[in-house]
C-alpha cells in the first residue's frame, strides 16, 4: 500500500486528506508509475474548491502534472517500458485519474518521455504551461517575428513559459504584472518590456514600446474588468485570449473599441490542443525542440515535500510565486 491524497468535501487546502492506496495494475492503453513530482496548477485549486470546468465526483483524487518512472505497462502500450523516465502531461479528466499520489495509474496517451536535460523537479513543471502557452500563441494566433504580445500575470508559470515562446520566434513579449515589485525578475526570466498595471497607464506604454501599433495578441488569465484597458492597448483585427478567471469578475466585450479595431476576444484551455491528436502531437515536437536549443526552461518557484501538500495548496493560493510550484515525493 502507498499514499494518495483525496477529498471528500470540496473546501480550502485544509480538506485534503492522506489516504492508503493501492493503483492495482495497469488496464489497456495504461501505464503504473512511480511518481517522482508533481507539478501544482491552479486547476487543482479550483477542482478541489468546487470552481473547475468540472464537479469533482466525490471523494476525489486531483492532479494531473509530474515526472515520474514506469513501473508497469499495461496492454497495447507501444512505445515505453519498465524504468521509463517520463513526464505526465494534463491531458485527462482528474475524476478519472489523478497524480498526488506516490503511485498512479495514468493513460498512455498523457504520457511523454522525459526531455533531455531536466531532472524530474524540471520535468514536472514543463508540459503545462508551456502546452497552454504554445496553443494559444503559436497554434491559434501564429505570433510571429516584431509583433507583440501582452501577457498579465506574467510571473505565474504560464506566463513566464509565454514570454519564452514569444521571444523564441522573434515576438515582442510584454510583461503585465500589478506592481513594479517582480518587473526586475521579469526582465531576468526574458521579457522584453514590463508593465506594472497598477502603476502605469498601460495603453499609453503598449502604443510607446510599439509606435502606436499595438499588440496583436493579449494572453489573459485574469479577466474582469481590466479587459477594456488590454483592448485599448491593442492592434487592429488582433485576439485577445481569456483562458482564466482569476480577478473573479464579469468580463463584457469592450463593445466600442472591439468594433472599432475588430478584435477577437476568444476563450481557450489547453483541452482544446490535447483534444486534437494532431495539434497535441505539434506541441510536443515545438516545446521539445525548444527545450533542445536551450529556449525553454522552466522556473520552479518554490518545491515542497509531498508530506507538505496542504501548505503548497495555501502557497499557491497566495500569489506570492514566481514561476512554478512542484511537489516532491519520497
Known sequence: MTQAIRFHETGGPEVLRFEEHEP???????????????????????????????DPQLPAGLGYEGSAVVEAVGDGVTGFAEDDAVSVIPAFSMNRYSLYAERA???????????????????????????TAYGALIDIARLSRGEAVIIPAASSSVGLAAIQIANSVGAVSIAATRSSAKADD???????????TQEQDVAAEVMRITDDAGARVVFDPVAGSGAQTLVDAMAPYGTYFVY???????????????????????????????ADPERFEAGKRFIYAGIERGDFKPIVARTFGFAEMVDAHRYMESNQQFGKIVVTVP
Open 186 to 196: 521579469l526582465r531576468k526570466a526574458g521579457a522584453a518590456h514590463v508593465i506594472a
Open 24 to 54: 492495482g495494475e495497469p488496464g489497456s492503453q495504461e501505464l503504473r508509475v512511480r511518481v517522482e513530482a508533481i507539478g501544482l496548477n491552479r486547476a487543482e485549486a479550483m477542482f478541489r474548491s468546487g470552481n473547475y470546468l468540472e
Open 105 to 131: 495509474i495514468v493513460p498512455v496517451h498523457a504520457v511523454a518521455p522525459r526531455p533531455e536535460g531536466l531532472d524530474a523537479v524540471q520535468a514536472a513543471a514543463i508540459w503545462m504551461p508551456f502546452l
Open 244 to 274: 482564466g478567471a482569476l480577478s473573479g469578475e464579469p468580463t463584457p466585450f469592450p463593445m466600442i473599441a472591439g468594433m472599432n479595431k475588430a478584435l477577437t476576444m476568444r476563450g481557450y484551455t489547453l483541452l482544446e490542443i490535447i
